[in-house]
């Protein structure tokens, strides 16, 4: 009970640093041409900037599906190495504004939501970055476990470019 009381405290308390500012800062504008269900599932988070929420995880996954009302469940999992468990978080996210362009909000409990703005994206779909409020958030998502070094550089070059401090990314073990 008491371990159900502290992941749920948690969770709150990573939610409402994570929606404070729902809005993305004036440079990091989403791309459009999006297509979500290109977008649709399983992302490997490569890299991140550190926060509560997701302190300590590695292995960590982001997995999109459509749901019956045509917003998106999201799942986002990853491993705690310290105590050897799993963790799940379950929300669910929708579009920002128009269904062409890559920015979302995504909510992990009730009506808070945060924004979730895919700034560089491939033409394949396999490779990710996002933003999100202000320029404390910022993922490196692939579709595989690993990417290549080439790859790695222009995102990290985008991130840049948009203003972000890259030297205080995790690199995430999967």
């Given at each position: 009970m008491l371990r159900t009381?502290?992941?749920?405290?948690m969770a709150i308390t990573g939610i409402i640093s994570f929606t404070a500012c729902a809005k993305t800062p004036p440079s990091t504008n989403a791309i459009s041409d999006f297509e979500l269900q290109k977008y649709l599932g399983t992302w490997y988070e490569v890299a991140r900037f550190d926060?509560?929420?997701?302190?300590?995880?590695?292995?960590?996954?982001?997995?999109y599906s459509l749901r019956p009302d045509g917003n998106v469940k999201v799942v986002n999992r990853g491993f705690k190495t310290k105590s050897n468990t799993w963790s799940e978080s379950v929300g669910k996210a929708k579009f920002a504004g128009d269904k062409n362009i890559g920015s979302l909000k995504v909510s992990f409990f009730g009506p808070f939501y945060g924004a979730y703005n895919i700034v560089k994206l491939d033409n394949e779909y396999k490779y990710s970055l996002v933003v999100s409020s202000g320029f404390d958030y910022l993922w490196l998502l692939s579709r595989q476990k690993t990417i290549p070094e080439d790859i790695k550089k222009a995102y990290l070059q985008k991130a840049q470019e948009l203003g972000f401090d890259t030297e205080k990314l995790i690199w995430v073990k999967q």
């Open positions: 009381f502290k992941l749920f405290f926060h509560s929420f997701e302190r300590g995880l590695s292995n960590v996954t982001a997995t």
